[in-house]
């Protein structure tokens, strides 16, 4: 006998009825998430579409949310991954080291010149409408360079300055443990001893 925990998200998913409506208690067990989690996709793009009950004009945080077998299928699809470089594109988390931060990369600008992210994390389908659009055009930036651009959407802008802040947080301690590490050294070879050779 097979457990929920065993089956994968789409097998469990597609053994459903498809005229399921699913509480979001129920779509957090099926989507292998918890039910804040969600909540908070409901509060930002990019999270599975949802239902909400209540008469036209009707407000509070209480309203019921129902979620579809089908958006359920579409959304888990959507986001699937082919790797971890793939993963830390879509997060904005693809800059490792500081070379990666001068290495220039393709960026959608829209025709106020603005930054609307990264090229390569575009799905295929609007990338091919975009091609040849006047709307549209890729400029090929550094990271250092496409920080000092006004982007569309601030939220994209704060996870791609974060990313680049973590690169440069880590090469200041990696330089700062260089500059203490020759100061030991200095200090051991006027006693005669060698720090490098005992690390």
């Given at each position: 006998m097979t457990t929920v925990s065993e089956l994968e998200t789409l097998d469990l998913l597609n053994r459903l009825p498809d005229t399921t409506l699913l509480k979001t208690s129920e779509a957090a067990v099926l989507l292998r998430t918890s039910v804040r989690s969600l909540e908070r996709l409901?509060?930002?793009?990019?999270?599975?579409?949802?239902?909400?009950?209540?008469?036209?004009?009707?407000?509070?945080?209480?309203?019921?949310?129902?979620?579809?077998?089908?958006?359920?299928?579409?959304?888990?699809?959507s986001n699937m991954l082919s790797s971890n470089v793939e993963a830390a594109i879509r997060k904005g988390q693809l800059f490792k080291t500081i070379h990666d931060l001068a290495e220039e990369r393709p960026y959608w600008v829209d025709v106020t010149g603005q930054i609307r992210g990264d090229v390569e994390s575009t799905e295929v389908e609007d990338f091919l409408k975009r091609l040849g659009s006047p709307m549209w055009d890729i400029e090929w930036l550094s990271a250092d360079e496409v920080s000092l651009r006004s982007w569309s959407d601030p939220d994209t802008k704060r996870s791609h300055t974060q990313s680049v802040e973590r690169v440069l947080t880590d090469v200041l301690g990696a330089v700062r443990g260089a500059q203490e590490l020759d100061e030991f050294e200095r200090d051991a070879l006027k006693g005669g001893d060698s720090v490098r050779e005992k690390i």
């Open positions: 409901r509060q930002t793009p990019g999270g599975p579409p949802y239902m909400q009950g209540g008469a036209m004009g009707a407000s509070g945080a209480n309203q019921k949310c129902l979620y579809r077998k089908g958006d359920l299928l579409a959304w888990v699809e």
